[in-house]
Nanobody, 123 residues
């Protein structure tokens, strides 16, 4: 079992930056990728980014490419989502999860979802 906990969400103004963290504990899946998703009220869960276990390969959705960066620490216990130049449409609950599939953007192929962290972008 893997336990994932997201943190770092808060209210920010448009154009600001913030970093989300996804801390993992429990069983280690050395061949799994970790992904970030978000879900706004009334909308489906949307893929944002994913990173390989090794950290040397990433994939992003078109909506965040060039603004968001996914990374992981050397101990491979935490995955980060650096969010720059945020926009009002980035407002959502952000979730992380793991998958044995590379590359996939499908939420149904991810497991052990965290509880989410709220990001609100407004002036």
């Amino acid at each position: 079992q893997v336990h994932l906990v997201e943190s770092g969400g808060r209210w920010v103004q448009p154009g600001s930056s913030l970093r989300l963290s996804c801390a993992s504990s429990g069983r280690t899946f050395s061949n799994y990728a970790t992904g970030w998703f978000r879900q706004a009220p009334g909308k489906e869960r949307e893929f944002i980014a994913t990173i390989k276990w090794s950290g040397d390969n990433t994939d992003y959705s078109d909506s965040v490419t060039g603004r968001f960066t996914i990374s992981r620490n050397n101990a491979k216990t935490t995955v980060y989502l650096q969010m720059n130049n945020v926009k009002s449409e980035d407002t959502a609950v952000y979730y992380c999860a793991v998958t044995p599939v590379w590359i996939t953007q499908r939420p149904t192929e991810y497991y052990f979802w965290g509880q989410g962290t709220q990001v609100t972008v407004s002036s």
